[in-house]
């Protein structure tokens, strides 16, 4: 059985809760600025730690002016934004619990999450989040209050708090310790429905004070910050955007990605929290505009070099060479002025550094970013440990690796390869669910997470897939789909990947076509726009997506390869049920739905 711990690990006093921290910050330097929001002239306007203290104890006297009690349940149904940051604080600062809700939820989602969790306020940013809760409260029989997550609605807010006073306040933020739940966050229902994952003071807090000096490297320095555009219904966004506050990094807000690069080129953030899907786009959008502009062949030897020089970096740290030899770096430097600094200016020009989470990374992707002066530092977390528990940190990074532990968690490998977590990050069971609770951990107290991996000698965790997700072919072969779909996810044309083969005689996989990836490839054929019925019988298209696979196989045994695959007509979304809010696989939805285009995939 492996195991790795980092030490250094915080100790915070058991009676304090999320906002101490914060009002110890705002004190020690209440003109820094700890938001900012949009100017309506492109620009940005800074919103000081005082400003921002003030806004959220207005929020917090309107809530108990409408009757919010310590640990009362309070549920947010609104896109990343500065108000959701101030409404966020002013629960806590009221003593209750916040309860975030993907704004692109359905009805019937609202109705489990609100029922199962007993809120009855709810803060919405739209007509359509609240038509939702409305739908959802009618049909689970239960009344429910909305109110708007909008300037108008904190307005309305600080007026209704006005008689409050500020010892009521008080008691009411101080009503909650390190032991008490902070947010109930439901996990993403690839398993069945969604279970509330009880997430306490001390897992923000403590994670918080644990990861800061371990990320030094990441976050720390003068005038660090960000541009948050990840849902901050996902436990990783809600996290990072409470380590933000409480370590002095500005945070920005983006929640309209048509609008992210414009909102990147204007901020200018240090560094960047994202998804592996980002990367992709990026990674194709580039590839693209090269070949558009005749400068495909240029962009691939930059692309090659910088990955060849990543490479070499990992092996020098590995002790494995002496890092990247004088023709490399020379190749490295010329590119580095023609072409690298264009990828960085995507990212606003100032990101030293891009922390993915949520999904794999596709090792290659990752040494090209890297290796363009972009270091991608994956981490890996789960809802039920507050996210991050590892991270690769500048100095000790190893691509295809998600890092080591944050202090104060220590890794264990079990007999079956399970990767299990304990720490002050991991969850204090699930709501109303005590024997879900009970199963979720083993008997020394590590959470299961229902991944595969392995350490290596120095601690490094590598993930290699989940243990209900392993595919056992016929012949009896253990398939991990996971890295077989990344490197084929990767392709521009490419959108998302089910490997199949469970019984079968051979592993197979279902493809499904990126719409903008799928015009960039046909503008680059001289090609009439494709429609994804078109594009999913068109030979070159199949033979792009082939290259891909063919890729995917060279990493792999022949029994573990990919032999067939089908292009499906249609996209995997949210919307159609076959993805979560957090954009991950409902593998078994995709499998059900598709039956009829596996069965002819292993048809003679």
């Known amino acids: 059985m492996q195991e790795a711990q980092t030490d250094q690990v915080a100790d915070l006093p058991a009676q304090t809760n999320v906002t101490d921290r914060f009002l110890a910050v705002a004190a020690e330097r209440p003109h820094a600025p700890a938001y900012a929001v949009r100017n309506g002239a492109g620009g940005w306007l800074d919103v000081s730690y005082a400003s921002f203290l003030d806004q959220v104890r207005a929020a917090a006297k309107g809530l108990i002016a409408l009757g919010v009690e310590p640990r009362s349940m309070v549920g947010i149904m609104a896109p990343t934004s500065y108000e959701w940051a101030v409404i966020d604080q002013a629960i806590w600062f009221a003593g209750a619990v916040s309860v975030p809700v993907y704004e692109t939820s359905s009805p019937m989602q609202v109705e489990h999450i609100l029922a199962d969790s007993g809120a009855r306020l709810v803060f919405t940013a739209a007509a359509r989040h609240r038509t939702a809760v409305e739908r959802a409260a009618q049909q689970g029989g239960f009344e429910v209050s909305v109110v708007p997550l909008d300037a108008t609605g904190l307005a309305e807010l600080d007026r209704a708090g006005r008689g409050v006073t500020d010892e009521a306040l ?31 003071h001390a897992n923000f807090a403590v994670g918080a004070a644990n990861i800061l000096p371990f990320a030094q490297g990441i976050v720390g320095g003068c005038e660090q910050r960000t541009l948050m555009f990840l849902p901050l219904a996902h436990v990783l966004a809600h996290a990072v955007q409470y380590i933000c506050l409480v370590g002095g990094i500005q945070i920005a807000h983006a929640s309209d990605l048509k609008t992210l690069t414009t909102d990147l080129s204007s901020f200018h953030p240090t560094w960047l929290l994202a998804v592996p899907r980002v990367f992709e786009k990026l990674d194709a959008g580039a590839a693209a505009a090269a070949h558009e502009g005749g400068t495909a062949k240029i962009f691939a030897a930059a692309r090659a070099t910088a990955i060849e020089y990543s490479e070499a970096q990992d092996a020098e740290a590995r002790g494995e060479g002496n890092g990247p030899g004088a023709p490399l770096r020379a190749r490295h430097a010329l590119f580095d002025k023609l072409v690298y600094p264009k990828i960085r200016r995507i990212l606003g020009g100032s990101a030293k550094y891009t922390v993915s989470g949520a999904s794999a990374l596709n090792p290659e992707l990752a040494h090209f970013f ?11 977390g789960l809802t039920e440990t ?8 500048p100095g000790h990074t190893r691509i295809g690796s998600v890092g080591l532990p944050v202090p104060g968690t220590t890794i264990r490998i079990a007999e079956d390869q399970e990767i299990l977590i304990r720490g002050a990050i991991v969850f204090d069971g699930y709501h109303g669910q005590p024997e879900a609770s009970v199963a979720a951990l083993d008997e020394d107290g590590f959470f299961r997470t229902g991944d595969i991996g392995r350490l290596d000698a120095d601690g490094y965790l590598y993930v290699t897939g989940r243990k209900k997700e392993i595919i056992v072919t016929a012949g009896g072969k253990n398939v991990y789909p996971t890295p077989l779909e990344e490197t084929i996810r990767s392709a521009g044309v490419v959108s998302q990947v089910v490997v199949v083969g469970d019984g079968r005689p051979f592993v197979g996989a279902l493809v499904t076509l990126d719409a903008d990836g799928l015009a960039q490839w046909a503008k680059a054929q001289g090609l009439s726009p494709l429609s994804l019925a078109e594009a999913s019988t068109h030979e070159g298209l199949r033979a792009e997506v082939q290259k891909a696979v063919d890729l995917a196989n060279e990493a792999v045994s022949q029994a573990e390869s990919i032999r067939k695959f089908t292009i499906l007509d249609t996209e995997l979304t949210e919307e159609s049920g076959h993805l979560t809010p957090s954009l991950k696989l409902q593998r078994n939805v995709v499998i059900t739905d598709y039956a009829d285009a596996i069965e002819e995939l292993y048809r003679a």
């Open 170 to 200: 008080e008691a009411a933020r101080s009503a909650n310790c390190l032991a008490d739940v902070a947010s109930l966050v439901y996990t993403s229902g690839t398993t069945g429905k969604p279970k509330g994952a009880r997430i306490t």
């Open 370 to 380: 890297r290796g363009a002066g972009l270091g991608m530092q994956e981490g890996y």
């Open 386 to 393: 507050t996210a991050p528990a590892t991270l690769n940190i």
